[in-house]
Each structure stands twice: as structure tokens, then as C-alpha cells.
């Protein structure tokens, strides 16, 4: 499955291949016809027992398991337990009636990506979505044999990487600073040079089971018998109480290497235990978290909180709140909007619905995110309050938006650089034929002193302005720098008298008219050699295919609005039936009109160059009418 940026964000390749476990046709009948209402397109198998399932699994081959609960002597959490036990990774989305909160929680530990009720089947077609995205970007992730160790030393979670006799050949900062900090022999702070498998052996011998497990689970994977390993154990030390999730995963497909990970889930483990414990100990529990924690009663008055809600509050709205005030008065602080969305959400909750959530906000200028869980509290099947927990995250939302900057930058420039080699074999072809054609002009030996000079002038000018464009490209594959350092203000009316220059044969030839008129607005800032490349594909683009026995004219303008530059490049030439070709205009090596010569390349680079620099295009075009292409630049300031 790729994605497709020219269309809806989730485009699929292939067909989506759907395992449905269900036992009663109507139901899978309302499955179907809901996923084709979802414009999904799939191929689908419906099984009804075990055997089925099993055979499915290894005859079909799914990208996702859509399945019912209760079947006769089989249900969704046995499903999901045979595909982990065949090491398969796919998706898994439990299609049922209601369900209590308890059971959905065990159904998402057990591994269900989703669950969706057959009241509400209109959710269906992207929870699928969703859910295969996600699954995919796992699956890549998994699959990854680089690591770079920058990278590994920015994140939180603890990294090491092991071989198949257990010594430890790398480790990131975190995992180093744990054991600095801890200073306690663990699975967790085991030096790079170390072997990992002495260390479990030597807890074994303690009687530590988790350290048995973890052995087992690891040789699992390193023998290929396992593509990933996961548990949760417990990592106590004098100061303070630790749990974290272990994964293992291969290194490779074709090395004995694996990667342990250990992420750290004490505020999850902290909090599924304040839920079990009894009022009497509630409080000294939420006070050793760095959640804030909080619960309601059905008027939404508080029973209790931590003294972090208590601080937060104080700090930040000037709130001196205590045991049975009513959260009314801290929704007086806030916008009427965000006051509609709170009501809303601890509505949903007091029906009996788990919320969760995450929002980013300012407390003055600064800038913050937290992560909401609001859960219906029960006694006797019957919502008595609320139980709540925020968790900031800002830390961990600026670092993903650090990492999606850095990971759209890279984007981008990669795909900057692809172009230099189609802007080498194509732009430069024009200036190189004219040099050819006028050096063969000189070759005739009747040509006059005068005709020898204009001839030697014409390659002179083609030659400085390939030289011009070579250094423009040398200039920027030499640098250093992001490509934005390599903006500048560029002329269009200059711009466009350069590329006449260049392509003064063919316009003579074919006794071509341009007319441009940049009143409104003639430079931007930006990147020549990409407007270059923009202008002059649009141009030859209109000679080569203009009407036969008709002069090509071009009319080219600019535009102001709202911020905005707008390029229009209008011809008279042979047009393009849109009807048919709409969706192939701008791809590669598409061809509309096979009795001229050409690749298909020019609207490639051209739509690529505009996006590469941050703006859209558009096309108009009718057959035998001609062609508008319509370009907008957001303005940019040096």
C-alpha cells in the first residue's frame, strides 16, 4: 500500500485483502456493503470456524481481520491469539454489539487495533484505513536495518542492540543514563561490551522469572522462530518503582542481530493500579505520579485529586479548589468553545464511555500539550463518577514535530536533487541544438562576413546561457545548505527574454508570438533555477504543440491576492481532451499528442518543481482551443 498525495491521503496500490469472521450472512452482508459505500476497494473471504479461519489465514493471506466476537466454539480473542502464535502481523478490528468497557480494554490489550459497534458500521471504512496505514508504517519500521546513532541517542525509549551470543553492541543515551542513574544490576543498564544473556542468567539463578521470560523471548526471535518478541516486567529499584514493556525485534531479515527496546510505561502501569485500589490508599497513590489525577461525581463536584491538579490549577487560573467544588469554575475560565467541548466530553463519560483525547494550548505565550483520559467509574453496572487523568506531553509533541520537520526538509530536498538530472537532459537541450544548428550554418562556405558574425553572436548567447544554468545547478548540488539559503529574487520579464533568447530558432520558425505582461507583479523570491525550468517547459511546451499552419501564441501574466502570486500561461495550441487525460496530464512520460516529438517529461518536472517550492497548479484545456496553466506562490520574504 503507497500513499498518493494527488488524491485523498490514503490511497491503496492493491486491493485490500479482508478476512471476515462471522456467523451470520446478514451481518456479513451489512459488512460488505458498508466497505463498498467506503469506496474501499477489497477482496473479501467470510469464514464461520476455526478450521476456516485457519485455512484462510494460510491460503488467503490477509492484510486485515475484520471478526465478530462470539462464534460457535470460537471467538475474536482466540482469532487474534492464533495469528500472534503464526508470528502474522496484521490489523485487527472487532465488529460487535455493545460491549462493556472492560471488555473492550481486554480486547485492545490482547491485541485489536480497533472495535466498532454494528450500530455504528459507518465508521468501518476508516477504522480499515487506519488501520492498515498504521500497521504499514509498523511493518517498515520493523523491517528497518539502519540505525544512526544520533538518532537512537534522541529518543526516550531504551535501545540496545544485541547478537546471537548476547553481547551487547550498542546502546542509546537512554538506556546509559538509566543505569547511571539506577545504578543497579538489571536487564535495563547493561553496559555496551556486556552480555546480555549472562546478566538474565544470573537473575535466573536469583529466581528472577522475568528474567527467564525475557531469555526465552529474545532467543525466539535471534532463531528466527519469532519476528517479535513483547513483555511487561517490572524494574524496581531502591528510589522508585518501574515497569517497563520489552519488544524485540530482528535486526534484519539476514542477520543474527536483534533490537531490545524497552519502553518505559510506570505512568500506564501507575494508573490501571489507582483504578483497582480502594480510596483509603487512592491518595498516597496519585501523588507519586507526574500525571495529574482527579475524579468526579456525577455532578461533576471533585471527590478527590492530587496535588498536582491542585498546583496546575492554582498557577496557571488562580484556582484554590477543594474536595466537592463543582469543575464549573474552572470551565468559567475558558472560551465558550472549549467549555462546550469539555461538557461534551465528560457527558460521553458519565454514559459510560472511555474518552480520550489530546490538546495542545497556551498558558501565556508558552506553548502546551497534554493527553486526556476520562473513564466512567462503576458500581453495581451503574456510572457513579469519573475518573481522570491528564499527562503532559509537550516534550513528546515537540520532538514529533521536530521529526516531521526534519523528515518533510529531507523530503523535500530529496526530491529537489531527483530534478537536477531532468532539468540537465531537458532544459539544457534547447541552447545545445542551437549551438549545433548555428556552428553547421558556419560550416557554409558562401555565408557572408556579416552572417558569419550574427551566427558566432547567436552561439555565443546560447552558450552563456547553458554556462548560466550549469553554474546555477553546480552552485546548489555544491552547497551545503538546506535549499531555501538558495533563494533569491528572480525577474520574470527577464526571465522570459532569456528563454526567447534561447529558443529563437524554433520561435523564428514557427513564427511564435509571446506576450507578457508582469505589471502587477514581476520577481518573486524563490528559486531560479526551478522558475527557470517552470517557465521554460510551459513555453516549449506551447510551441511543440501548437496548431499546424496556426503561429503559436503565448500570453503569460501575473497576478497579486491575498498574499499570493499567480502565474497564468495561456496558449492557442492543440489542447488536451481533459475528459479522458485529466488524471495523466502531470505524470511521467504521458504523451497526449504522438505525431511531435517528446518524452512526457515537461509537465512532470514542471508540476514537481511547483510543489517542490510550495505552490499548486492548475490546468484548463480544451481540444483544438488550446491550454491554461494556472500556478500560485505563496510570497515569501527574503
Not at 523471548?217 to 516486567?233: C, D, P, R, T
Not at 499570493?564 to 495561456?570: A, D, G, P
Not at 492543440?574 to 485529466?582: A, C, W
Request: a positive charge; aromatic letters at 8%; proline letters at 2%.
Amino acid at each position: 500500500m503507497l500513499r498518493n498525495h494527488n488524491k485523498d491521503r490514503y490511497q491503496f496500490k492493491k486491493k485490500i485483502k479482508i478476512l471476515h469472521l462471522e456467523d451470520t450472512p446478514s451481518d456479513a452482508e451489512l459488512i460488505v456493503r458498508e466497505l463498498k459505500k467506503g469506496k474501499i476497494q477489497f477482496e473479501i473471504v467470510i469464514v464461520a470456524n476455526k478450521k476456516a479461519f485457519k485455512n484462510a489465514l494460510q491460503n488467503f493471506d490477509p492484510d486485515i481481520l475484520i471478526t465478530d466476537h462470539t462464534l460457535p466454539s470460537f471467538n475474536s480473542l482466540e482469532a487474534i491469539k492464533i495469528i500472534k502464535q503464526r508470528g502474522m502481523k496484521i490489523p485487527v478490528i472487532l465488529v460487535t454489539s455493545t460491549v462493556s468497557d472492560e471488555f473492550a480494554v481486554e480486547v485492545m490489550k490482547a491485541g485489536a487495533d480497533d472495535y466498532i459497534l454494528k450500530d455504528r458500521l459507518h465508521r468501518l471504512p476508516q477504522a480499515v484505513r487506519s488501520a492498515i496505514e498504521k500497521n504499514s508504517v509498523k511493518q517498515k519500521l520493523y523491517e528497518s536495518e539502519f540505525f544512526n546513532k544520533e538518532v537512537l541517542s534522541s529518543l526516550s525509549a531504551h535501545i540496545a542492540v544485541i547478537d546471537r551470543n548476547g553481547d551487547l553492541l550498542a546502546v542509546n543515551k537512554a538506556w546509559k543514563d538509566f543505569g547511571n542513574k539506577n545504578g543497579v544490576a538489571s536487564l535495563n543498564n547493561i553496559s555496551a561490551g556486556s552480555n546480555y544473556f549472562d546478566v538474565c542468567k544470573q537473575a535466573i539463578e536469583k529466581g528472577d522469572q522475568d528474567a527467564a521470560k525475557a531469555l526465552t523471548g529474545i532467543q525466539s526471535v535471534l532463531h528466527k522462530e519469532k519476528e517479535q518478541f513483547e513483555m511487561e516486567y517490572a524494574c524496581h529499584t531502591p528510589k522508585k518503582q518501574r515497569w517497563f514493556l520489552l519488544n524485540v525485534i530482528n535486526f534484519g531479515k539476514d542477520t543474527y542481530k536483534v533490537i531490545i527496546s524497552l519502553e518505559d510505561i510506570t505512568i500506564r502501569k501507575l494508573a490501571e493500579q489507582s483504578l483497582q485500589l480502594s480510596r483509603s490508599n487512592l491518595t498516597a497513590l496519585i501523588e507519586n505520579t507526574d500525571a495529574i489525577i482527579y475524579s468526579l461525581d456525577t455532578n461533576f463536584c471533585y471527590i478527590t485529586f492530587n496535588k498536582l491538579l491542585h498546583d496546575t490549577l492554582k498557577k496557571n487560573y488562580n484556582l484554590n479548589i477543594k474536595i466537592g467544588d463543582n469543575v464549573s469554575s474552572f470551565l468559567k475560565k475558558l472560551e465558550p468553545e472549549e467549555v462546550k467541548h469539555w461538557n461534551r466530553m465528560y457527558s460521553q463519560a458519565l454514559k459510560g464511555k472511555t474518552v480520550k483525547f489530546e490538546k495542545e494550548f497556551t498558558i501565556g505565550e508558552l506553548y502546551q500539550c497534554s493527553s486526556f483520559s476520562i473513564n466512567p467509574i462503576w458500581k453495581n453496572k451503574t456510572v457513579v463518577g469519573l475518573s481522570c487523568f491528564v499527562y503532559d506531553i509537550t516534550k513528546q509533541k515537540l520532538q514529533e514535530k521536530e521529526k516531521e520537520k526534519m523528515t518533510a526538509d529531507l523530503i523535500q530536498r530529496n526530491q529537489i536533487l531527483k530534478q537536477f538530472t531532468f532539468i540537465i537532459s531537458h532544459n539544457l537541450r534547447a541552447p545545445t541544438a542551437n549551438i549545433i544548428g548555428f556552428s553547421e550554418i558556419l560550416q557554409d562556405e558562401t555565408l557572408t562576413l556579416q552572417e558569419q558574425k550574427e551566427s558566432l553572436i547567436a552561439i555565443s548567447t546560447s552558450i552563456k546561457g547553458l554556462d548560466t544554468i550549469i553554474k546555477d545547478i553546480s552552485n546548489i548540488l555544491q552547497s551545503e545548505n538546506e535549499v531555501y539559503a538558495e533563494k533569491e529574487f528572480v525577474n520574470f520579464s527577464e526571465l522570459v527574454e532569456n528563454i526567447m533568447i534561447s529558443l529563437s530558432n524554433i520561435i523564428e520558425k514557427n513564427k511564435v508570438q509571446i506576450n507578457f505582461d508582469f505589471s502587477e507583479v514581476d520577481n518573486i523570491y524563490s528559486l531560479k533555477i526551478y522558475i527557470y525550468s517552470i517557465f521554460y517547459n510551459l513555453i516549449s511546451n506551447s510551441i511543440k504543440y501548437g496548431k499546424p499552419n496556426v503561429p503559436p501564441l503565448i500570453e503569460i501574466k501575473s497576478k497579486k491576492s491575498k498574499g499570493k502570486t499567480i502565474l497564468v500561461f495561456k496558449d492557442n495550441g492543440l489542447g488536451i481532451d481533459m475528459k479522458t487525460n485529466s488524471d495523466k496530464v502531470f505524470g511521467l512520460y504521458n504523451r497526449f499528442h504522438s505525431h511531435v516529438e517528446g518524452k512526457g517529461v515537461g509537465l512532470f518536472m514542471v508540476k514537481t518543481q511547483v510543489e517542490a517550492l510550495g505552490g499548486i497548479i492548475t490546468i484548463a484545456s480544451e481540444l483544438q482551443k488550446g491550454t491554461t496553466f494556472t500556478i500560485i506562490f505563496k510570497n515569501l520574504k527574503k
